[in-house]
């Protein structure tokens, strides 16, 4: 608890100094926001994807869409490389939670593709500069056509996942199953 305690209060001194350095530029518009969009399956079924970001916030002309993840591990990649990684390999798996944030913010109509910026705070190791997404070692921007290409590539997963002529495969990847309700099957 009292490490916790300490997390905090680095955390809300570093947005105290980002917030008097650039008052005009950094406002949290957003605390626990459940958001939403729906998705037509191939088949035409009609499915809701949800999730609740932790915080969203302006600063310096973009919105900063961020998760706070512990724990962040040394194998979580955060460096888009393609659409396959991301919803094929699972050390992506914090990234694809980032991409879903983004779309549904942009869905939602919270900002521009191009402002969008998800990010992950790591909440055990307290760092200044938060976990965001990269493309060549440059931070990532969206654009539209991606977002739209993302939509049909999340759309085509989510379809394949409830295709009957797709054969259901337990993981052989323990580790994956740690929280399952279904581990001891």
Known sequence: LEAIKVYVKKLVELDIRIAASRPREFRITHLEQELSSSLTLSDGMAIFVKGKVDRIDRQNGL????????????????EFTSFADLFHDPGYDKLLQLFIYSWLAWKNGLGSAPEIRPCIIPFKVFSEDPRIITSGRQPFTFSEPLLSDFERQLTDFISSVFSRDVPFRQTEDRDQCGFCAYNVI
């Open 63 to 78: 919105l900063r869409i961020i998760d706070y993840k512990s724990p962040v591990r040394s194998s979580d990649r955060f």
